[in-house]
């Protein structure tokens, strides 16, 4: 049970980080890897060998489309939220605020 | 200049991905370390090192093959396109099992699995582990090669003790050093209809004269065949058992010959 939850929160989380770095703006492989780095201060680490399966399956499941661009003087494969990935990013955000506001209502108590 | 889509295509190696999606991953996580790299020896790295930290970032590639095509496909990898130690992409891999069917089309080798003790089954030492069939089939081996130790083994497994007697009296025909199964033999013609154990105990007595436990067979024989009519009605909890045995010379003399016999050999 406690093993189920812990992988279902990871796996849960890593969709939600790449959703939400792509809400802004469409981001290459490379860029949204360093990004969860830099914007959590090295907190979060994400694996890159789980990152690309991860973007293979969100763009399977219709959530993000990938395309190849110039940049830099070389082409990247973009990747950019689709409408339905827009939902799930709705839905995912909304539950994991339900989640964490949770998690501070029981661990931030403070005994009068 | 590292060409990093070549260092990609060799690790990741064939991937049947649909509607030219290879080509895509192998360009994309070349990208991947490329970029690494580049970092890298900007930060001041040298080139080996670069390369070294680059390609540390998928440090299972074949995990990551696996990972790629379910992601893609939404499947799992077929085992023939796996590249681990048992895929079938291995000529190790057919060795072994072209091996192991030579193997098993060896009689001799399939005899020899029927004696292994394996899950679920009994004891492989135990009578009921052999079908008739295959001790039957052992007992043919014997003959054939003329095996005494082959013709003892069937002689003491085999549940069916008119068998177990024929194949005791070849056995022993053959090597005399064998004649010690004659212990076990003439507990069988205990109830063998028309088969006395007697003769079996003398020849034993002949063998190995100096042996308590011969003795012991013979006083166990000598009243046996009376057990039911004669003794069970004595009591053996009051030693009224052992005073109506101590009575009959046919029980005693053996017993007292079994106490004073040299070794003890079973």
Redesign the interface.
Known sequence: MGKTLDRELKKGSAELLILALLEEKARHGYEIGKLIDERSEGVVRFHVASLYPLLYRLERRGWVKGDWEPAGGRRRRFYRLTASGRKTLASQRARWREFSGAMNRIVEVRLA | MLDWKKVVREKVGSLPLKGGRHE??I???A??LE??YEEAVANGASESEAKRRSLA????WE??RS??F?????TPLPIWEQNGIFSPRRLHVWIALAVALAFLALPSFRKALHILPFPGRKDAWDTTAFSAEALQGVERTGDKQKYARTLAYVALHNPDDHQAVLAAEKAIALDPQLTWICAQVSHATYLEPGHNPKPWIDRLKAWDPDNAYVYLLEADANVYTEWETRWAKYNAATGDLRRALAAESHWRIPMERTFSAPHVDT
Not at chain 2, 57 to 60: P, T
Not at chain 2, 70 to 74: A, F, H, N
């Open positions: 895509d991953v360009d994309e996580l990208q991947q970029s690494s970032q998928f440090s299972d995990k990551l990972e790629v379910r992601s893609v496909e939404g």
